[in-house]
T-cell receptor, first 109, second 115 residues
Framework: LAKTTQPISMDSYEGQEVNITCSHN???????ITWYQQFPSQGPRFIIQ???TKVTNEVASLFIPADRKSSTLSLPRVSLSDTAVYYC??????????FGTGTRLQVFP | DAGVTQSPTHLIKTRGQQVTLRCSPK?????VSWYQQALGQGPQFIFQ???????QRGNFPDRFSGHQFPNYSSELNVNALLLGDSALYLC??????????????FGAGTRLSVL
């Protein structure tokens, strides 16, 4: 399973776009990149998943360069309710999800 | 459509006791995974159940055991509780590995405090 590195914390203000970058230099050919969001005292929630290029859904966009050694989760126009921990996971379709410590995003009014 | 449900939400036990946590997966899901999350850390994989069998296990001692029932619900049992077992225990469900592609749906967890 590829190891991931992401910033420990980030601050933003309401209405801004937030980009969280994750490094995964040892990503394997069959690995997918998946992002989860977790609020305090709740379980993680799946946000978005991609393999290459760009993926967009109603919540976020995921940008993956051609070498796939990093990925960027983009949250457009964040609100206070986006304050949470964001986890980047990389792996093939495996039985267990490997979480790091994630990125703690704080959104200010 | 109910999501993943866990019970109880909170639990207080003393060292040496045993505890059982319960999980009902999301409708249509047949695979259940359990995770332990210590304060300030990411969830750590305990084990996964599929077709009533433990399919894969993380780095947890034998004090941690589980079960999956024919209706896909699951239990996590922890024996001889230690202070270090205090954590949020998360249950996640998914459809079988061919379809899941690392997408699991989590419950709100059970907060276990060991005194």
């Amino acid at each position: 399973l590829a190891k991931t590195t992401q910033p420990i914390s980030m601050d933003s203000y309401e209405g801004q776009e937030v980009n969280i970058t994750c490094s995964h230099n040892n990503i394997a050919t069959n690995d997918y990149i998946t992002w989860y969001q977790q609020f305090p005292s709740q379980g993680p929630r799946f946000i978005i998943q991609g393999y290459k290029t760009k993926v967009t859904n109603e919540v976020a966009s995921l940008f993956i360069p051609a070498d796939r050694k990093s990925s960027t989760l983009s949250l457009p126009r964040v609100s206070l309710s986006d304050t949470a921990v964001y986890y980047c996971l990389v792996g093939e379709n495996t039985d267990k999800l490997i979480f790091g410590t994630g990125t703690r995003l704080q959104v200010f009014p | 459509d109910a999501g993943v449900t866990q019970s109880p939400t909170h639990l207080i036990k003393t060292r040496g006791q045993q505890v059982t946590l319960r999980c009902s997966p999301k409708s249509g899901h047949d695979t259940v995974s359990w995770y332990q999350q210590a304060l300030g850390q990411g969830p750590q994989f305990i084990f996964q159940y599929y077709e009533e069998e433990e399919r894969q296990r993380g780095n947890f001692p034998d004090r941690f055991s589980g079960h999956q029932f024919p209706n896909y619900s699951s239990e996590l049992n922890v024996n001889a509780l230690l202070l270090g077992d205090s954590a949020l225990y998360l249950c996640a469900s998914s459809r079988d590995r061919v379809l899941a592609k690392n997408i699991q749906y989590f419950g709100a967890g059970t907060r276990l405090s060991v005194l």
